[in-house]
């Protein structure tokens, strides 16, 4: 059975939802993060297991061939999933689980999880968006343009999501992703089947 709630964070690239998902992550015992899997390279700083799961492209293939993946894509010219069970298994712990995945993940773990929740966090303009992308000081020109690029496509997809948040002050868009898993956690579906033993005594 499952018991926990599966949020799925989504957001182009520069736009913070990798230290927004960080920040939710320290204030929320209840709440964890899936770890994909990725064929690319570690950024600086990455530590493997705990940001992602790197392999390479055979393991990525073959666990691709087993159905081990609940979603999957290729995203700039790197592959991405997320596992099945590493999602499945806290859910059915109770505990909360939060997937960081582009549009394209959100569609298909939606299909296989209709109740999942879904956010969007967009910058505050793309100007905002190229200058985070250069500050990071992690990519060439030509690599900053590819993303500015994939972001206008990613964004084009904002209205298939439940809640969408800008991120122009950090504080803010924390308390709006917060506000959202709080509102879910209290929702009715979610109440009457984790207190139905108080429930029934209740009624």
């Known amino acids: 059975m499952i018991l926990g709630n599966l949020f799925i964070i989504t957001a182009a690239s ?5 230290s927004l998902i960080k920040a939710l992550l320290a204030k929320d015992a209840h709440l ?3 770890i994909s899997h990725t064929t690319r390279n570690p950024r600086p700083g990455e530590v493997n297991g705990v940001d992602y799961h790197f392999v390479d492209d055979a393991t990525f293939l073959h666990m691709l061939g087993e159905s081990r993946f609940l ?4 995203v700039h010219g ?17 505990f909360d689980v939060v997937l960081e995945i582009d ?8 299909r296989l999880y209709p109740q999942a929740v879904s956010v969007f966090v967009l910058p505050p303009s793309i100007e905002t968006l190229a200058h985070r992308l250069k500050n990071r000081g992690q990519d060439s020109q030509e690599t900053i343009a590819k993303r500015l690029a994939a972001a206008r496509e ?26 959202i898993i709080r509102a879910q956690r209290l929702a009715s579906s979610v109440q009457l089947q984790r207190y139905a033993s ?3 005594t209740l009624t």
């Open 32 to 34: 964890k993060l899936s």
């Open 154 to 179: 990613e964004m084009r997809h904002v209205s298939e999501f439940e809640y969408v948040t800008i991120n122009d002050d950090f504080e803010v868009a924390l308390q709006d992703i917060s506000a």
């Open 198 to 200: 108080l429930i029934q």
């Open 103 to 110: 549009w394209q993940g959100a569609a298909q773990v939606r």
């Open 71 to 74: 979603e999957s894509a290729d």
């Open 14 to 18: 520069g736009a913070g939802k990798t």
């Open 78 to 94: 790197a592959r991405y999933g997320t596992s099945q069970s590493a999602v499945e298994a806290p859910l059915k712990a109770g």
